[in-house]
């Protein structure tokens, strides 16, 4: 899921060598994406009115269901 994740990000931004995916799990077993990109590429990443960042979220939410995880994608400035 972290691949997907820094794979489909690395598909919209304009500097693919800065997007970098941190995990970690909490307490009651959610893992938890951190994505940062550039900062000119925020705009793109989270795109008009939130719909991509929201994409994206869906799409990592999806895969995580195939092993039975609550997944979280935080978009870090």
């Known amino acids: 899921m972290k691949d997907l994740l820094a794979y ?10 800065e997007v970098k995916v941190d ?6 077993g959610t893992l938890v994406f951190e994505l940062s990109v550039a900062d000119d590429d925020y705009g793109k ?14 799409v990592v939410k999806a895969a995580a269901t195939k092993e039975d995880r609550r997944v979280l ?4 400035d």
């Open 23 to 28: 995990e970690f799990e909490e307490d009651d």
């Open 8 to 17: 489909m990000a690395r598909q919209l931004v304009d500097s693919p060598d």
């Open 45 to 58: 990443v989270i795109g008009r009115g939130g719909r991509t960042a929201n994409a994206l979220r869906l």
């Open 73 to 76: 994608v935080d978009i870090i």
